[in-house]
């Protein structure tokens, strides 16, 4: 289906592919995992043609059709189910054809195919699949235009599903969706006859949906049978064979130098010790694995400590123009709190962390808050404010005016940006990577209280893991900071039978 043949590609002056190879067969679902910033997205991008190979070649087998979700959503007057039914760019214009069609003929060669196609099931299958991304039947005769960005992407995934490539390219496809979106996803792939490749760093997608595991290493790729903990597993078993067969080797070494060095000027025992020499000269070394290092997060601590409540609200009524979304909210906020806002999309949650951050006004009631309080906001939106043409130590250097150069790529290090990745530019980088940056912007100040609206998204797994410690260690906490998670923790709550919402969905 798909080869990679000894594929080398630099960017920034970084190696991302150093001759990587590999190959993947006709149904197998390959969850394609990496470090963030390794060139996961870039990979993709070169199986697209939209970018060349420094050297090697991407093949897809001749005939074959290769579905990816787009990057912009579609946001025009069309519905739902019709912008789906579209994706199907056959059936479409054997549709159109067969308006117009004259010749008996080529009538019936239409007829046949469009049965071949089962395009009398189509509309049935595109409703199916818009219903377990979480669209009502009411909502997918809307026109796309009439729902915000996030859900119109739940659209385009539905499109590139509904339209059954051969090749299926799908990059983080759970970031826009909510759990019951997630599991119906998984059961989805696991029945997908084609063939799919999945950027993710969701565990359970990468181990229900998954057949095979393409991993992104030191600039090469490996590609083994098995789900994500199958993966781990072995190249934790692999990795320590390696280490210990040099440490056998380094012991081996060692012996025949003490050999030689004893008896290499003795007449009886100088032919065996040029015996061992020769062996020491044709002993390759074998080769460790480099580890690759993930950056921890790093949180500064707030000064000065606030006394409680840090904020408070009191039967407040929130909402956007004249329509209400939350009524009645009661909340208080005190020192050490760690707040996981659950719930479906649509039900809130975004409105009540704008109202908190005082990005909203509430419509009534009351808003209390300590005047000195620093606030950090983490949203996926809040990636696009970042500026593409500048780079990560570009973003730092405007909040260290009176810092020397050392020093501000000091902190620029620090956020998870060294030598390496400092000047790169924001548009060059990985969305973990951005995210990472947005953290280090928002955190600068040392806030008192953080407010991190699916903050996950985009990170790798050992990114989640380091922001986990960072959260956990951050000294703040004695200090009067309280984190408030507005993240779906899914695997947590599988049970959760709440059908989601819409009254977020809409503009």
């Avoid at 149904?27 to 996961?40: I, L, R, S």
């Avoid at 050999?259 to 062996?279: D, G, H, L």
Wanted: aromatic share 6%.
């Amino acid at each position: 289906m798909l080869h990679i043949n000894d594929l080398t590609f630099r960017i920034e002056g970084r190696v991302l592919f150093d001759q990587a190879t590999a190959a993947i067969a006709d149904g197998w679902k390959v969850g394609f995992t990496g470090k963030n910033g390794t060139g996961k997205s870039t990979l993709f991008r070169l199986i697209r043609d939209e970018i060349a190979p420094d050297d090697g070649s991407i093949s897809l087998r001749k005939g074959r059709r290769l579905g990816f979700v787009a990057q912009e959503a579609p946001g025009t007057n069309d519905s739902l189910l019709d912008t789906v039914l579209a994706a199907d760019t056959e059936r479409a214009a054997l549709l159109a054809e067969a308006e117009h069609a004259t010749d008996p003929h080529r009538i019936g060669d239409i007829q046949i195919r469009l049965a071949d196609i089962e395009a009398h099931s189509a509309e049935a299958r595109a409703a199916t699949i818009l219903s377990g991304l979480g669209f009502s039947h009411a909502e997918q005769g809307q026109p796309c235009a009439d729902f915000s960005g996030g859900w119109r992407m739940r659209v385009a995934l539905a499109a590139v599903l509904f339209s059954a490539p051969d090749l299926l390219l799908l990059d983080e496809p759970t970031n826009y969706l909510d759990l019951e979106g997630s599991i119906w996803l998984e059961t989805y792939l696991r029945r997908f006859p084609y063939t799919a490749l999945i950027i993710s760093h969701d565990r359970s997608l990468l181990n229900s949906a998954m057949t095979h595991t393409l991993a992104l290493e030191n600039a090469r790729l490996t590609i083994q049978p098995g789900n994500y903990d199958t993966y781990i597993r072995r190249r934790a078993e692999q990795r320590a064979q390696i280490m210990a067969g040099a440490a056998k080797q380094e012991a081996a070494k060692r012996h025949m130098e003490s050999f030689i060095n004893r008896f290499k000027a003795k007449a009886s025992k100088a032919r065996q010790a040029q015996s061992r020499v020769k062996m020491l000269e044709k002993m390759k070394d074998i080769a460790i694995p480099i580890e690759e290092r993930t950056t921890p997060f790093f949180f500064p601590d707030p000064k000065p400590p606030m006394a409680p409540p840090i904020i408070r609200l009191e039967q407040a009524r929130l909402g956007y123009d004249d329509k209400t979304v939350l009524d009645d909210v009661n909340l208080r906020i005190d020192q050490d709190d760690r707040i996981a806002i659950l719930g479906a999309n649509g039900q809130g949650k975004s409105t009540l962390v704008k109202a908190i951050s005082g990005r909203l006004a509430v419509q009534a009631g009351n808003l209390y808050k300590s005047k000195k309080l620093r606030i950090a906001y983490f949203a996926q939106h809040q990636l696009d404010e970042l500026k593409p043409g500048q780079s990560a130590i570009d973003h730092i250097r405007p909040l260290m005016p009176d810092g020397t150069e050392a020093q501000i790529r000091a902190r620029t290090a620090q956020i998870g940006f060294g030598p390496e990745k400092a000047d790169i530019k924001v548009e060059k980088l990985s969305g973990g990577e951005k995210a990472r940056l947005l953290f280090g912007l928002i955190t600068f100040a040392g806030p008192h209280l953080m407010i991190l609206d699916e903050p996950t998204n985009h990170l790798d797994m050992d990114s989640r893991e380091a922001l986990t410690q960072a959260l956990n260690d951050y000294q703040g906490l004695r200090q009067g900071f309280a984190a408030i998670h507005v993240e779906m923790i899914s695997r947590l709550i599988k049970d959760h039978q709440m059908r989601p919402g819409k009254s977020d969905k809409p503009k």
